[in-house]
């Protein structure tokens, strides 16, 4: 879907949550593939028996990753992705958890480097199946002002 979306649109406090995902243990190992982390305790369900969680834990990167794709659903051509801050892996995620992302826009503000544009930051949150947050971290976004439309 697309939707052109200007600076002046956005409202703080403005939420919307995605569809949820459940993590396999085949994510595990195509992450470890692509990122080169293979690391015990991913990896090796025998070594994990002794230590704290007692179990494999999926990567956090991954379920950066995984979270941040199921907000992928709208397509801004008036806004483009300046990167994330504060990221934090809260809780560990297991094989066969489920997580889906809530999303908060929390600040707005005119872009200091770049005329008509402006800085659009969304909280977002990977929650598991219990509620709780296993991920944090805010998207910064990059938004063109009406001001700046030609067309």
Request: glycine content about 8%; some cysteine.
């Amino acid at each position: 879907m697309i939707i052109e979306q200007y600076f002046e649109d956005y409202e703080i406090g403005a939420k919307r949550k995605t569809f949820g995902r459940t993590i396999t243990e085949a994510d595990i190992v195509v992450h470890a593939g692509h990122s080169g982390d293979f690391f015990p305790h991913h990896m090796d369900a025998e070594w994990c028996t002794d230590q704290e969680f007692g179990q494999r834990v999926a990567h956090g990167t991954m379920i950066f990753t995984i979270g941040v794709g199921l907000t992928a659903t709208v397509i801004n051509p008036v806004a483009f992705s300046l990167g994330y801050d504060r990221l934090r892996f809260v809780k560990p995620v297991f094989i066969g958890d489920t997580i889906h992302t809530e999303v908060e826009i929390i600040k707005a503000f005119p872009d200091e480097k770049r005329e008509n544009f402006g800085r659009v930051i969304e909280g977002t949150t990977v929650v598991n199946q219990e509620g709780a947050t296993v991920l944090y971290c805010e998207h910064i976004y990059l938004v063109q002002m009406k001001a700046a439309d030609s067309s």
